[in-house]
């Protein structure tokens, strides 16, 4: 199976915490025998759609734009098995740069109007057309947080969604804690169990779901961290 992650986080693979999650599950779909790869949006130029449905009616399948899209994303895109979206949660959604990117893959779609169940879809252009897991990560210490985004990504994706891996407190996960670093090793571990479960049973149980979505510390402790680290960082850059 070729595993193409798109990570659409600003943030460089050190700091990046979509990437910090998204690595694990990507050891463990090769742990399966997966190939994969990751590419950084940031990397790329990728415009806005423009809305013309060039894509549907005078060069069908192909946007008109000439930008990184056209030029490599799109490709690599179709040629995978399963793509791998990954995002951290920006104002309860997807970044404005995943959001970019999908909007961009419209010419995977005819412009025909079809019944697909009780909802209207477009057909899909092309035979063979890759599976989705969708992968955010967020600040807040609560699933919730997740519930716009993962409604988009089922009304978007439908049946081509076979995971949804979302993991609050993210920002937690490396931290040097006695309460908080057995905590993310497990949910580290759940999170490459998904990435193996995946490709092997093309879907997450819900042991793993549960174990990786599981709080690193109570509510309160988050809290309080988190405003200690603003604080401390608040003082820090005042002293400069
Ligand atoms: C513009 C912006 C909006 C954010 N919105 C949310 C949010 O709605 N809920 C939340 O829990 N965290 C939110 N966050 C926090 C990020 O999701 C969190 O810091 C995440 O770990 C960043 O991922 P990254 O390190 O891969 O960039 C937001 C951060 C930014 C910069």
Request: glycine share 4%; charged share 25%; aromatic share 8%.
């Amino acid at each position: 199976m070729r595993v193409v992650a798109f990570n659409s986080s600003p943030r460089d693979q050190q700091t990046s915490k979509t990437e910090l999650v998204l690595q694990k599950f990507l050891d463990g779909a090769a742990r399966a025998g997966a190939v994969a790869e990751t590419i950084y949006l940031r990397n790329y130029r990728v415009r806005n759609c423009l809305g013309c449905f060039a894509c549907w009616l005078k060069t069908p399948g192909r946007c008109i734009q000439q930008d990184d899209m056209t030029g490599e994303l799109f490709d690599r895109l179709l040629e995978a098995d399963l793509v791998v979206l990954a995002t951290p949660l920006y104002y309860y959604n997807m970044n404005a740069r995943l959001k970019t990117f999908i909007e961009r893959t419209l010419p995977m779609s005819q412009p025909f109007f079809e019944k697909q169940g009780d909802r209207t879809d477009h057909p899909s252009r092309f035979g063979k057309v890759p599976q989705v897991v969708a992968l955010s990560v967020c600040g807040f210490p609560e699933q919730d947080n997740f519930k716009a985004l993962s409604l988009n990504m089922r009304m978007i994706f439908g049946s081509r969604l076979v995971a949804e891996i979302y993991r609050h407190s993210s920002e937690f996960l490396p931290i040097e804690h006695p309460q908080i670093v057995p905590q993310a090793a497990k949910v580290l571990a759940a999170v490459a169990q998904a990435g193996e479960e995946v490709v092997t049973e093309g879907k997450v149980s819900s042991a793993t779901l549960e174990a990786l979505t599981q709080d690193l510390a109570p509510r309160e402790v988050i809290i309080n961290l988190a405003n200690e680290h603003f604080k401390q960082e608040l003082a820090r850059l005042t002293q400069e």
